[in-house]
Structures are given as C-alpha cells and as structure tokens.
C-alpha cells in the first residue's frame, strides 16, 4: 500500500536546511521529517538510576553548584559537523 503525501510549504531557507541534512544523513527531505516526526511524541523511557541521577544534578544546581553559559554550550554547539568541533572537554 503507498502513503498518500501531501505538499506542505515552508519558507526557502527551511526548505534548503531540510534539505540540506536529508543529504547528509543519505535520506529524502519527506524520509528525514517523517523520522524527526516519529520521535517527536515518543515516551522516554528512563532507569530509576538515570531518573536519580538526573535529580541529583538538579539539586546541585538548585544548591548553586557552577553551570556552563548558554552562550558557551550554544557557541560549542555550532561547531558540529564543522572542522573546528572538538569534544566538549577537549574544547
């Protein structure tokens, strides 16, 4: 049985990002936004170990423990899938 498709406008630049990343993953524009789709309302499933740890770092935080900028995350963020990434600590 085939899907049917619709057409859905974006804006060009839209269209050429999407574009764009369904190029680089090997995949369709339609492939790639059916994929983000599918996991866009999908439960996330944590280990009560994860979901303890996670509790603890944001108690930490809440007590004042120190915290990356955003500018810093965001600026790092940037470089991926660029030549001047690098791994956050070697940063």
Do not use: N, Q, Y
């Amino acid at each position: 049985m085939t899907a049917k498709t619709l057409t859905i406008e974006v804006d060009e630049a839209t269209a050429c990002t999407l574009e764009s990343l369904a190029a680089e993953r090997g995949l369709s524009a339609a492939e790639l936004i059916a994929g983000m789709v599918a996991f866009e309302g999908a439960p996330v499933a944590l280990s009560p170990e994860e979901l303890e740890e996670l509790d603890r770092r944001w108690a930490a935080i809440k007590a004042g423990a120190p915290t990356i900028p955003h500018e810093d995350v965001a600026r790092w963020l940037r470089t991926w899938g660029t030549p001047e990434f690098k791994p956050w600590r070697s940063r």
